[in-house]
T-cell receptor
């Protein structure tokens, strides 16, 4: 079983739509949680951290449920420029900055 | 401009040849990392270094080697012992400590023919 699991998609949505991605993690030593965005053939870039209380950054809302080991990302009012792969990432304890990456969920926003 | 550079962007090699991928950063970061990305899989850690002249194996170190002689540089050698070397290789760096953001270079796409 993968340590971080995501639906690979693709999610094909029209501009303006609201879309939600989910992610589950299995490592109980998970300490911090993130969503990264990766454009085709480019490097991943941090989109936002995920806090237990939930957090919002403009059109993006992230939620964490530690009891269910579940993370979500909600994108409202989708733009064409949101088309990318969204990686769920978990930092685990282990003495160094160890990140575990999900395989990503692909989003395609169309006109 | 501060950042991480990787070269080359695309690399082609014949099977059985060793190849070295470059990673340089001018962010004054102590920690550096090498990841590999394959289609349908998450990034997997190959090696990491928390300080100059020290490095540790990650989850998939077999067939790879690294050096960290300078703070700014962390080259990765893909040896002929690596069974499936064709992949997208990403270098990252961060401040030392367990809670700092990792910044990624643009990656090198290696194809072994």
């Amino acid at each position: 079983r993968k340590e971080v699991e995501q639906d690979p998609g693709p999610f094909n949505v029209p501009e303006g739509a609201t879309v939600a991605f989910n992610c589950t993690y299995s490592n109980s030593a998970s300490q911090s949680f993130f969503w990264y965005r990766q454009d085709c053939r480019k490097e991943p870039k941090l989109l936002m951290s995920v806090y237990s209380s939930g957090n919002e950054d403009g059109r993006f809302t992230a939620q964490l449920n530690r009891a269910s080991q579940y993370i979500s990302l909600l994108i409202r009012d989708s733009k064409l420029s949101d088309s990318a792969t969204y990686l769920c990432v978990v930092r685990v304890s282990g003495g160094y900055n160890k990140l575990i990456f999900g395989a990503g969920t692909r989003l395609a926003v169309h006109p | 401009d501060g950042g991480i550079t990787q070269s080359p962007k695309y690399l082609f090699r014949k099977e059985g040849q060793n190849v070295t991928l470059s990673c340089e950063q001018n962010l004054n970061h102590d920690a550096m990392y090498w990841y590999r990305q394959d289609p349908g899989q998450g990034l997997r850690l190959i090696y990491y270094s928390q300080i100059v002249n020290d490095f540790q194996k990650g989850d998939i170190a077999e067939g790879y080697s690294v050096s960290r002689e300078k703070k700014e540089s962390f080259p990765l050698t893909v040896t002929s012992a690596q069974k499936n070397p064709t992949a997208f290789y990403l270098c990252a760096s961060s401040l030392s400590g367990a809670y700092n953001e990792q910044f990624f270079g643009p990656g090198t796409r290696l194809t072994v023919l």
